[in-house]
């Protein structure tokens, strides 16, 4: 379970990783700024759950082949013909790209945040268990999107942490009455499903008409000022 573990844990490296970088450049960032989101994106959620679970200092500082395999993927994105290739008119398949990059990343860091939650504790709560998935799974998101001036995922885009909470809860209850290994592979295939079943058919959380009505009514009022003015 170890050796599935530590794969998983590489595809997920990449996965966020590539979404970061992506993000970056998009954001008009440096090489520098690119490597920081990527690493970021990627070991960002575990360095939480770490400091939660009281795991001093974080994995990712004893192990720092994560950060370096973010760093190369991160580096491999930046690269010019790399660039042109995502911004030669093919906007589509980058936003799909960093879709499945971040699901399949959202997928295997929840899991493995419930994983690595029981093992530090043999009998967790099912509440710990989910809240230390969803944490590793968001936290290097949120970290991206904040660092990046962007609203972060989970507050507005399709049910980002939704997908999570469910495929932590599949985890772990499945933990409990099959075994490990079909609760993380059951658990991981959950989270990415929802992520792109939301984004595929256009599910999202009920949003308040309020703040939707209000901006409307700024917008109309500054509109009004600039044409008056003009006039």
Not at 8 to 18: C, Q
Request: net charge positive; hydrophobic share 50%.
């Amino acid at each position: 379970m170890d050796s599935v573990l530590s794969v998983l844990e590489i595809i997920g490296v990449v996965a966020f990783a590539l979404s970061g970088a992506m993000i970056a450049i998009k954001s008009e960032m440096d090489i520098f700024g690119v490597c920081v989101l990527g690493v970021t994106t990627a070991v960002g959620g575990g360095i939480i759950r770490d400091l939660l679970l009281g795991i001093a200092p974080p994995s990712m500082l004893l192990n720092p082949l994560p950060a370096l395999i973010a760093v190369c993927v991160s580096v491999f994105v930046f690269l010019p013909f790399v660039q042109r290739f995502f911004h030669s008119g093919k906007h589509k398949l980058y936003d799909r790209l960093v879709l499945i990059a971040d699901s399949i990343g959202l997928g295997v860091f929840t899991v493995m945040g419930v994983n690595i939650c029981y093992s530090s504790y043999e009998t967790p709560t099912l509440f710990m268990s989910v809240f230390l998935g969803v944490i590793t799974g968001v936290g290097g998101g949120v970290l991206r999107d904040v660092m990046s001036k962007n609203k972060p995922y989970i507050f507005v885009k399709h049910f980002y942490a939704c997908a999570s909470i469910a495929g932590a809860l599949a985890c772990a209850i499945l933990r409990t009455y099959v075994n490990e290994l079909i609760a993380t592979v059951a658990g991981m295939l959950l989270v990415v499903s929802l992520r792109l079943l939301a984004a595929t058919l256009h599910w999202k959380l009920p949003k308040s008409k309020y703040s939707s009505e209000e901006k409307q009514s700024k917008e109309q009022e500054t509109s009004n000022k600039t044409h008056s003015t003009v006039a």
